[in-house]
DNA sequence: GCCAACGTTGGC
DNA sequence: GCCAACGTTGGC
């Protein structure tokens, strides 16, 4: 069964940018228990958005997890875990957290409830939701 | 095991 | 730059 997540980066320490251009990365640095639980939920082949934090503040694009956890090796305490992530496709434009946060379909998204997690699951209704916003203009 | 102090995230 | 939310640490 496919799941579906989001992951957020600070753009100016990794940018969505910067992961087309590597074609695949390690998402490191992550130092929480229940961002790291998710991580080691997450299936080869889920797919995941990329999301800008604090600068830009939108959904960018989405991902592919394309190796399951293992260690993280500049974790000295042995807790925490990476997972190899793969650019899948731009979004045709990002969608906004104001956006996200204007739509009542959306006002569950763990994105909104627990704004500083930065793995979080996302349910199959929340992500087709966000794609079909992507895919048309903004709202008036 | 409680909880105060402290540190971090991230929106504004 | 500020600060609310919240996770972690450490003394007791």
Known sequence: MMAYWLMKSEPYVYSWERLCREGRA???DVRNYQARNNMMAMQ???EAFFY???EGRAI???MTIVKTHYPDPADATGKFVLV???PKMPLPRPVT???IKA???L???ALLRQSRLSVSPVSQAEWNYILKMAARAIAA
Request: hydrophobic letters at 35%; charged letters at 30%; glycine letters at 8%.
């Open 52 to 54: 800008h934090s604090n």
């Open 60 to 62: 960018q694009g989405v």
């Open 44 to 46: 080869k082949g889920d």
């Open 26 to 28: 390690p998402w490191d």
């Open 97 to 99: 957290l104001k956006e």
């Open 103 to 105: 739509t009542p379909a």
């Open 107 to 109: 006002a569950d998204m």
């Open 84 to 86: 190899d992530v793969a």
